[in-house]
């Protein structure tokens, strides 16, 4: 991606919501939703680098930050090929990705960061109990376990949570992602739609 892509990043601890909110913000026109995670596990676990995300996910370690963002790369660039992602008009919603401070400065080589949105949960204990009953609904029983979750929650703090320090406070808002789906979502396109706003305006302005 010679080009910097435009993107907002969603950061914020398991169960906060980012990919819920993802998937509905890149349901909406002018804007492209990736989510990493998701990207990792449609791989095919028989592939060089499914077996290399199988071998670190199942212990609950990260993916190598040389791993991430080099198949995160080659992920936009086949939607770009594809048409799905439009760089020139299309705004990036990422999810999951920079998952450190390590990748937040090797993303810079591809991505030029607009705005940060960092979905708060004021009561912890609150969502863990969430992302148990989501986990116990999906049958994912190991997901179940409070002692998984708080260790999910623990790589967050001391891998993810730093990433904010990286980007300038005036590229941040703050939203409470324990309102409802619907009042987060509210909070999040109030931040983010004037800046697709004035990606489409330089857009139209060029053609």
């Known amino acids: 991606m010679p080009n910097l892509a435009n993107a907002v990043l ?35 676990p028989d592939s060089e680098i499914g077996r290399t ?21 080659q992920h936009i660039n086949a939607q770009k090929i594809l048409g799905a992602y439009k760089p020139a008009s299309d705004l990036l919603a990422l999810d999951g990705i920079p998952r450190n401070l390590v990748q937040a400065k090797q993303i810079t080589a591809y991505v030029r960061v607009l705005k940060v949105v960092e979905l708060y949960c004021p009561d912890e204990q609150m969502m863990i109990e969430r992302l148990r ?4 609904k999906e049958n994912r029983l190991d997901d179940a376990k409070e002692d998984v979750i708080r260790h999910r929650w623990e790589v967050y703090r001391a891998e993810t ?8 406070p005036e590229l941040q808002a703050r939203i409470n992602a324990q309102q409802s789906p619907a009042q987060v979502l509210h909070d999040i ?19």
């Open 10 to 44: 969603l950061i914020g601890p398991p169960g906060a919501g980012k990919g819920t909110q993802g998937r509905v913000i890149g349901s909406i026109p002018g804007f492209y939703h990736c989510a990493c995670g998701d990207v990792f596990r449609r791989l095919n």
């Open 53 to 73: 995300f199988l071998e670190f996910s199942s212990r609950g370690k990260l993916v190598p930050d040389d791993v991430t963002v080099e198949f995160w790369t």
């Open 133 to 136: 009953r989501r986990a116990l």
């Open 161 to 168: 949570a730093p990433v904010l320090s990286y980007y300038p």
């Open 189 to 207: 396109l109030e931040v983010i739609i004037p800046v697709q706003n004035a990606l489409y305006a330089k857009t139209v302005h060029h053609v």
